[in-house]
């Protein structure tokens, strides 16, 4: 049965669907079970979680504290205009516009990837007639930003950190694009850029498709990548690996930080957490 077919066949609770999964599989940036992890360790921690977990400084939890009532969900047609209009063109996540920045195939399908030549290009103000000065979000952990990152960049690499890009507003006329990269964009920066994109949809729940940052891009190939082409837009001109010898230590100690969100994130159902915030599994 055909997409369409299976949305024009929901009625009020789209979420009962049982063509759901099917169509939160086209609308959802997911993980994939063999994403590997940036330089291979901690591929045995489970990552997934609610988008709302972070109770104390996600900004959807401080969004829901002020509202007494929880909007309505999108109607049925909201929903397959925007998923027609999101499948037929190459458009950024609310479906207004196409993408800035060319795009390459990159090992995470559901994300849009740039080369570490585009990411030059920006830099070197390639684009600045259509872009606004974009924020390089690196998540590696502080000593490998210290050691040597893309130029202008800002080091966050846990969740609550991520979440205050949605606390600010621009109000700039041209696009303000989100880059995410981590060592190499293999697992920390893919799963940042989703958790940005869930708590974005959550936050604009009433106003689907509009999102806060409707064009994000992850770096292909993470900073390593960058670094070995283009070595000299990064500060300083170095790279220090995550699993560099003088930093054990330090490695402990920021991988157990920037995961202590996971603490009783099996306490909040799926069921639960999409019937507070349905929107915010549409994250295409």
Request: hydrophobic share 30%.
């Given at each position: 049965?055909?997409?369409?077919?299976?949305?024009?066949?929901?009625?009020?609770?789209?979420?009962?669907?049982?063509?759901?999964?099917?169509?939160?599989?086209?609308?959802?940036?997911?993980?994939?079970?063999?994403?590997?992890?940036?330089?291979?360790?901690?591929?045995?921690?489970k990552l997934s979680r609610p988008a709302d977990a972070d109770e104390a400084q996600s900004p959807l939890k401080k969004k829901s504290k002020s509202d007494d009532v929880i909007t309505e969900a999108p109607s049925t047609d909201d929903i397959i205009t925007a998923v027609e209009r999101l499948e037929s063109h190459d458009l950024i996540a609310d479906g207004s516009r196409g993408y800035?920045?060319?795009?390459?195939?990159?090992?995470?399908?559901?994300?849009?990837?740039?080369?570490?030549?585009?990411?030059?290009?920006?830099?070197?103000?390639?684009?600045?007639?259509?872009?606004?000065?974009?924020?390089?979000?690196?998540?590696?952990?502080?000593?490998?930003?210290?050691?040597?990152?893309?130029?202008?960049?800002?080091?966050?690499?846990?969740?609550?950190?991520?979440?205050?890009?949605?606390?600010?507003?621009?109000?700039?006329?041209?696009?303000?694009?989100?880059?995410?990269?981590?060592?190499?964009?293999?697992?920390?920066?893919?799963?940042?850029?989703?958790?940005?994109?869930?708590?974005?949809?959550?936050?604009?729940?009433?106003?689907?498709?509009?999102?806060?940052?409707?064009?994000?891009?992850?770096?292909?190939?993470?900073?390593?990548?960058?670094?070995?082409?283009?070595?000299?837009?990064?500060?300083?001109?170095?790279?220090?690996?995550?699993?560099?010898?003088?930093?054990?230590?330090?490695?402990?100690?920021?991988?157990?930080?920037?995961?202590?969100?996971?603490?009783?994130?099996?306490?909040?159902?799926?069921?639960?957490?999409?019937?507070?915030?349905?929107?915010?599994?549409?994250?295409?």
């Amino acid at each position: 049965m055909t997409l369409r077919r299976q949305l024009t066949s929901v009625t009020t609770d789209v979420t009962s669907s049982p063509f759901w999964k099917d169509i939160e599989t086209v609308l959802t940036p997911c993980r994939s079970a063999d994403d590997s992890v940036d330089s291979g360790i901690g591929s045995s921690v489970k990552l997934s979680r609610p988008a709302d977990a972070d109770e104390a400084q996600s900004p959807l939890k401080k969004k829901s504290k002020s509202d007494d009532v929880i909007t309505e969900a999108p109607s049925t047609d909201d929903i397959i205009t925007a998923v027609e209009r999101l499948e037929s063109h190459d458009l950024i996540a609310d479906g207004s516009r196409g993408y800035t920045l060319p795009t390459i195939p990159g090992k995470h399908s559901d994300l849009k990837s740039i080369s570490a030549d585009t990411m030059a290009g920006v830099l070197n103000g390639v684009y600045s007639d259509r872009l606004h000065k974009p924020t390089i979000v690196d998540c590696r952990y502080p000593y490998e930003f210290e050691g040597g990152h893309i130029r202008g960049a800002v080091n966050m690499y846990t969740r609550d950190a991520v979440n205050s890009l949605l606390e600010t507003q621009t109000t700039a006329a041209k696009r303000h694009v989100l880059i995410f990269h981590c060592e190499f964009s293999s697992e920390r920066g893919p799963r940042m850029y989703r958790h940005l994109r869930s708590q974005d949809r959550a936050l604009n729940q009433d106003h689907y498709p509009k999102l806060n940052f409707p064009e994000v891009y992850l770096l292909h190939g993470g900073y390593k990548a960058f670094y070995e082409s283009h070595g000299d837009l990064c500060d300083p001109d170095s790279y220090t690996p995550m699993l560099h010898l003088d930093h054990c230590a330090d490695l402990r100690h920021f991988r157990v930080k920037s995961k202590t969100w996971t603490a009783g994130s099996e306490k909040v159902s799926s069921r639960r957490h999409r019937s507070r915030i349905f929107p915010s599994g549409l994250d295409f």
